[in-house]
Structure formats: C-alpha cells, structure tokens
C-alpha cells in the first residue's frame, strides 16, 4: 500500500539548516569578528534552505510518500 503523510516542523528546517551552515564553517572564523562569520553563516544558511525549497513548503511542510510493500518512503517533491 503507498499513502502519503505530511509533517510540518519549521523549527527542524531553520535549526537544522543553521546547524548545517555552522557546522560547514566550523575552524573558518580565526581571522573573522563574529559579526563577519554571523553573515557567513546567514549566506550559508539560505543557500541550504534554497536547495531545500525542491522538498520543503513555507520553509516547514515536508511530504513523505511511503510504500509498505517495497518498504520504502520517499521524500515527495512540494
């Protein structure tokens, strides 16, 4: 059987996508202020969360399709 459930988490987007964008940068900031690598930071964060728009909505709904007899779930393009 396929059905598909859509969650919505716009906390796990933004941590996650600042997370992401911190953790890249991480041992970049040695000859930087911290309001610099801020703005780094801010650059690499709607970078991620432009790749991410192919997958999530209003930066907080994400669509899974899952499949029970191939087990499998699937991230649905929004």
Request: proline share 3%.
């Amino acid at each position: 059987m396929k059905f598909k459930i859509q969650f919505k988490d716009p906390d796990g987007v933004y941590e996650g996508t600042k997370d992401a964008a911190n953790d890249s940068l991480e041992g970049v900031g040695h000859d930087l202020n911290e309001e610099e690598l801020d703005e780094l930071v801010l650059m690499r964060r709607e970078k991620l969360v432009t790749a991410l728009s192919k997958w999530v909505e209003h930066g907080e709904y994400i669509t899974v399709e899952f499949d029970t007899e191939a087990g499998t779930a699937t991230v649905v393009p929004a």
